[in-house]
């Protein structure tokens, strides 16, 4: 049985009837099958699963689409249903900012600045902030976030971190399409000709891993998904292709590394990742 809760109080009064292991899944809504993935990778490890469904308006820019990003909560709850989730906490924006958008905020530090920092300036600060918020307000042990959304799994990691949040951060590894297109709530803004452009990301990733396995160097490794990208999707726009260390941090990469991948397709935005290996004594 899922229960649906509203308000700080009525999440307050659920909280305190579970005893045992919690552990949360945060979401914006429009959950699709890598939702019920994070929901399901919850599920196995704790004993009570919490789900939060808030379409936050601090990571969206003036020209971005929170008015027009899906709200779906009746689907979403049989999904979370399926799912097992045992508690859905689905806040108003008034219950979640209740003096008005917060004065202060979590500032991300460089790296907030940097890739879709870059892109989407403030976007890290209303991400790590209303994160912060919901970790104080749900008191999981775990929270599960997917690797899609990278850079945001990282700043949550070292959020969590530096400020000595008491929460183990799961990633959960993207979940895909049998084409190979990762799993978003933004892909059913696509056209069907641009789902097939759209394909051009996931494709530069799988160019980008296929090249290190074939023992080359980072250099080997962009040139090939960028060749990669150009050939499946010359219709979109490239943000950005970069090759990181897996905390992406700057600087030469050796052993495990990070490809992210960012570009626009028609009027949507999309985000990609995978990792890859640099090995050349292999």
């Not at 971005?64 to 249903?81: G, H, I, K, N, S």
């Not at 183990?168 to 696509?190: C, I």
Request: glycine share 8%.
């Amino acid at each position: 049985m899922t229960e649906l809760v509203h308000t700080r109080a009525e999440l307050a009064r659920a909280r305190a009837a579970q005893t045992g292991t919690v552990g949360v899944v945060m979401t914006m809504g429009a959950l699709h099958e890598g939702h019920e993935t994070l929901l399901r990778a919850a599920r196995e490890r704790a004993d009570h699963v919490l789900v939060t469904i808030f379409v936050n308006p601090l990571q969206f820019g003036p020209n971005e689409d929170f008015d027009r990003y899906p709200r779906t909560l009746d689907a979403d709850l049989e999904v979370c249903r399926r799912a097992g989730a045992d508690l859905v906490f689905a806040p108003s924006v008034t219950d979640m900012y209740p003096g008005g958008e917060p004065a202060v905020r979590v500032n991300p530090g460089p790296l907030g600045e940097d890739l879709e920092g870059l892109s989407r300036p403030g976007f890290f600060h209303g991400v790590l902030t209303v994160v912060l918020k919901l970790l104080q307000l749900t008191r999981p042990e775990l929270a599960f976030f997917g690797e899609k959304d990278y850079q945001q799994l990282t700043l949550v990691r070292r959020m969590c971190r530096d400020l000595d949040v008491p929460v183990e951060v799961v990633g959960v590894p993207t979940v895909r399409e049998p084409d190979g297109l990762a799993l978003s709530s933004r892909n059913r803004y696509l056209s069907p000709i641009e789902r097939q452009v759209a394909l051009g990301l996931s494709r530069a990733l799988r160019a980008g891993v296929e090249a290190a396995e074939a023992n080359r160097d980072a250099g080997a490794v962009l040139t090939a998904a960028h060749a990669a990208f150009g050939a499946a999707a010359p219709d979109a726009r490239l943000d950005y292709l970069v090759l990181t260390d897996p905390d992406l941090a700057p600087g030469p990469v050796h052993g495990p590394a990070r490809l992210l991948i960012a570009a626009w397709v028609g009027g949507t935005r999309l985000i990609d990742n995978a990792p890859v290996r640099l090995d050349p004594a292999r």
